[in-house]
């Protein structure tokens, strides 16, 4: 579209002589010589900002403060989505080791654990949020002094250092998703040089090339060009309050754009992020790296928490998973990051990421699944919705398609100096095997160690918790406990012998019996005959879910009246995450035209899931696509 300006209109060096005595030593730094620290965070947007490269945005403000920062080029988010990543962004914690990683689950924190700013409240800062929380359990009291949309540095004791969060939602997902009209409007409000018109929208290969396309692209730079005069009016008022060289400003999104590929999946697309850092010249010392300069190491959400903590000069906690990535004297380069995906509102995903800086390793624990499946929420996205409709249609093909195949590689790897886009999957070339190895053995290494908790399937993780925290219940279980859950689905995807699955669906442990069950429906599905006789016993398990993913199995086959009345019990459950699972499993047999969906009809209707509190809407979005058709 046009090059962006950047404008001079906040930074300029200022050298301020400050005395840092004492710390050398270890002793507690004075709240005087503490500095203050603002977070500037805004919503599923990738790195598409001028200073990042992109042409076609118009990011004037946001460009000045990363020539008077530090670029990070490499940020990734730790999830794909919001609640998982921002459980981890303010426990430092990874979200798949408390039970926070399925989207909107509600979870108990543990004890143990704290959120970030309550050690800095301790410390003697005061700690504000402007206003969004979501963090997947309720906020303790003691974390903010405000969170509100009231909430304000200035609202502080006189000469009070701070740490305050201005999040932004003017980029999210759902403030995107309109077409030319609106388009057109909202521009028509912009100087003629901030203005986006769709014609000029670039289109990633990954898309079919139209116009609606291009206008649902334009609408989220629109909305990114109005974040940056938002921007602009806070940092106006940090100079106001003449405090821009008491300040270290960061700037990040939560995820990657609200668009398909990007939010919700594992690729660059999903969870890298514009990330960057201002420190003035104050606090210069603190820094591994100098202002105005393109840092290529990687940095994951995890790495918050610490990293605000020393620059603070707070003792980090020992549970906490980041590394600090600013000050110099604890900076710790990392080889790798780690990312989750988990349940994303009705979908049951189940994928982890290994990223260094040159090969992305994705492993998928449910390849059954579609690449891009239904979601009540986002099918609504202009640009999903004319994937779908051309699909329909029989008009995508190559690149295009991608999108639309109905299945997932078990496992992803990518060369992302050759392939940035990551659309040549070299998993299955031999010339990449001791790549792949490597990877697979790190995310092994890296699962069992954090003790994942999405090797339990959710309904179980939340039965064996009870009223008590995930993390606490599991973080006492022993690494084998965790090595035998990762074995067991490791098997999914892979050429296995059909008879030790079966076997092993008589398993004592209801994870092996459940991982078994997914490892014979991915070989179901791809053409191997299952004994299904052989299976019938375990419809009467004690276990619901392993009843459910039972029937699931029996009825791909065909009818078979014990697997109906087996899901229809579990569908008049009281558990809502139970009744999730059974929709769940009836969707999937639904889209392949394995059950007829008008049977389940009058049950479905006349069942209590509109009394459940989390899932809902979720099991309403499903039962109301399968009348749909």
């Known amino acids: 579209m046009k090059n962006c300006k950047i404008l001079e209109l906040f930074f300029f060096p200022i050298v301020i002589a400050f005395s840092i005595s004492g710390c050398a030593n270890g002793s507690k730094k004075q709240s005087v010589w503490q500095p203050n620290i603002l977070w500037i965070t805004c919503e599923d947007i990738s790195p598409h900002l001028g200073c990042y490269g992109d042409e076609y945005a118009y990011t004037p ?34 979200a798949s080791s408390m039970g926070t990683q399925h989207l909107r689950a509600e979870m108990t924190l543990s004890k143990n ?83 986006h018109r769709w014609e000029d929208a670039p289109v990633p290969s990954y898309y079919p090339d139209t116009r609606v396309v291009k206008a649902n692209i334009a609408a989220l730079h629109t909305q990114i060009t109005l974040l940056d005069y938002e921007v602009k009016n806070l940092l106006s008022e940090l100079m106001e309050d003449g405090l821009e060289e008491k300040t270290i400003i960061f700037f990040f999104s939560d995820h990657g754009d609200g668009l398909p590929r990007h939010k919700r999946w594992l ?59 600013l000050n110099k004297d604890e900076y710790q380069k990392r080889e790798a990051i780690f990312t989750i995906r988990d349940r994303v509102d009705e979908n049951y995903l189940f994928s982890r990421g290994v990223r260094e800086s040159k090969f992305h390793y ?58 940035p886009e990551e659309m040549n999957n070299l998993a299955t070339d031999p010339a990449y095997a001791k790549e792949l190895a490597r990877m697979q053995k790190h995310l092994k290494k890296w699962m069992i160690e954090s003790k994942d908790l999405s090797l339990i399937p959710e309904p179980e993780m939340i039965r064996q918790s009870g009223e008590l925290s995930s993390y606490d219940v599991f973080s006492s279980k022993s690494s084998l406990f965790f090595e035998e859950a990762f074995n067991a689905a490791e098997k999914v995807g892979k050429v296995q012998d059909v008879n030790e699955l079966i076997q092993d669906t008589k398993s004592r442990s209801v994870i092996t019996q459940f991982w078994s069950l997914v490892a014979l429906m991915y070989l179901q599905n791809n053409g191997v005959e299952i004994p299904v006789p052989e299976l019938e016993p375990q419809l009467n398990n004690s276990s619901e879910i392993i009843r459910i993913k039972t029937a699931e199995l029996i009825l791909w086959e065909g009818k078979n009246a014990k697997a109906n009345k087996t899901i229809t019990d579990c569908l008049n459950q009281d558990d809502s995450a139970t009744k999730m699972v059974a929709v769940s499993s009836l969707f999937r047999l639904f889209q392949k035209n394995k059950i007829d969906a008008l049977a389940y009809k009058a049950l479905l209707m006349d069942s209590n899931f509109k009394k459940t509190a989390n899932y809902s809407t979720y099991i309403e979005n499903m039962v109301q696509q399968m009348y749909s058709r």
């Open 61 to 94: 403000t946001l460009d000045s403060l990363a020539k008077s920062g530090i670029i990070f080029s490499n940020a990734f988010s730790a999830a794909s989505v919001c609640t998982p990543a921002r459980s981890s962004i303010i426990t430092g914690v990874y």
């Open 113 to 195: 654990l704290k959120c970030f700013p309550e050690y800095l409240r301790i410390d003697g800062y005061y700690c504000t949020n402007n206003s969004k929380e979501d963090y997947n359990f309720e906020t303790p009291v003691a974390v903010w002094d405000e969170s509100s949309k009231e909430a304000h540095w200035r609202n502080r004791k006189p000469g009070q250092s701070f740490f305050s969060v201005f999040n932004y939602t003017l980029t999210h997902q759902s403030q995107t998703r309109y077409g030319e009209r609106e388009l057109l409007a909202r521009n028509a409000k912009l100087p003629e040089e901030a203005r």
């Open 267 to 325: 690729h660059d697309t999903g969870t890298k992020v514009p990330f960057m850092v201002y420190i003035p010249e104050k606090y210069r010392s603190l820094s591994s790296f100098q202002n105005n300069t393109v840092v290529s190491d990687l940095v994951s959400f995890e790495d918050l928490a610490p990293t605000v903590l020393s620059l603070a000069g707070i003792p980090i906690p020992e549970y906490m998973n980041g590394n600090v990535f």
């Open 362 to 419: 994705i492993r998928n624990f449910f390849p059954l699944l579609p690449r891009m499946p239904f979601s009540g929420y986002s099918e609504i996205t202009p640009i999903r919705k004319e994937i779908r409709r051309l699909n329909n249609d029989g008009k995508l093909n190559g690149r295009s398609a991608w999108l639309v195949q109905e299945t997932t590689p078990f496992e992803e790897l990518y060369d992302i100096e050759t392939d």
